[in-house]
T-cell receptor
Framework: SQQGEEDPQALSIQEGENATMNCSYKTSINNLQWYRQNSGRGLVHLIL?????REKHSGRLRVTLDTSKKSSSLLITASRAADTASYFCATDYSGGGADGLTFGKGTHLIIQP | DAGVIQSPRHEVTEMGQEVTLRCKPISGHDYLFWYRQTMMRGLELLIY????????DSGMPEDRFSAKMPNASFSTLKIQPSEPRDSAVYFC????????????FGAGTRLSVL
């Protein structure tokens, strides 16, 4: 499978702490995206990082990309209860073949109040 | 824009019945995707359209599944006959210009086949 794989599968932290999730993938990519899914809802796009970028910020989110290791991380700083959700990485592939995005199975993040 | 709109939000049916799921993409988006989400398999792409034309249906599990997009503002996913293993959440998403761009998801249809 060319799926991105998130790690860990589940993460529980206290409100105010930082949460870090990782994504590994298998082949060369053009870009990598992170999405959030709240319970009972659809996925919502958070941030996109291109293969020539190493780090990107958006509010309390920080995404890094290491193409040599084929991995990305999503850091949420100063977590809030509202950050409780599942987080997915999605990759596109630059080598032809399947079009579109391939989603991982997600990290389920629980923020304890 | 109201975003991607799916209906119904919940569907409960009995095995063997026909099920039709509906989707209205964001106006102006030229790509439409149908996904299925289960705990076991995660989010799977079933089929996607470009300008109303099916481009890749390799993810459609069986002939029981069919999808249509008669115009730019409407698509259906039909399961006939339905089986208990079809129980899942089905999402529709749309994007603009490229299937690799940001995708905008609907709220999903939770299907339960008894």
């Amino acid at each position: 499978s060319q799926q991105g794989e998130e790690d860990p599968q589940a993460l529980s932290i206290q409100e105010g702490e930082n949460a870090t999730m990782n994504c590994s993938y298998k082949t060369s990519i053009n870009n990598l995206q992170w999405y959030r899914q709240n319970s009972g809802r659809g996925l919502v796009h958070l941030i996109l990082i291109r293969s020539n970028e190493r780090e990107k910020h958006s509010g309390r989110l920080r995404v890094t990309l290491d193409t040599s290791k084929k991995s990305s991380s999503l850091l949420i700083t100063a977590s809030r209860a509202a950050d409780t959700a599942s987080y997915f990485c999605a990759t596109d592939y630059s080598g032809g073949g399947a079009d579109g995005l391939t989603f991982g199975k997600g990290t389920h993040l629980i923020i304890q109040p | 824009d109201a975003g991607v709109i799916q209906s119904p939000r919940h569907e409960v049916t009995e095995m063997g019945q026909e099920v039709t799921l509906r989707c209205k993409p964001i106006s102006g988006h030229d790509y439409l995707f149908w996904y299925r989400q289960t705990m076991m398999r995660g989010l799977e792409l079933l089929i996607y359209f470009n300008n109303n034309v099916p481009i890749d249906d390799s993810g459609m599990p069986e002939d029981r599944f069919s999808a249509k997009m008669p115009n730019a503002s409407f698509s259906t996913l039909k399961i006939q006959p339905s089986e208990p293993r079809d129980s899942a959440v089905y999402f529709c998403a749309s994007s603009f210009v490229s299937p690799k761009n940001i995708q905008y998801f609907g709220a999903g249809t939770r299907l339960s086949v008894l």
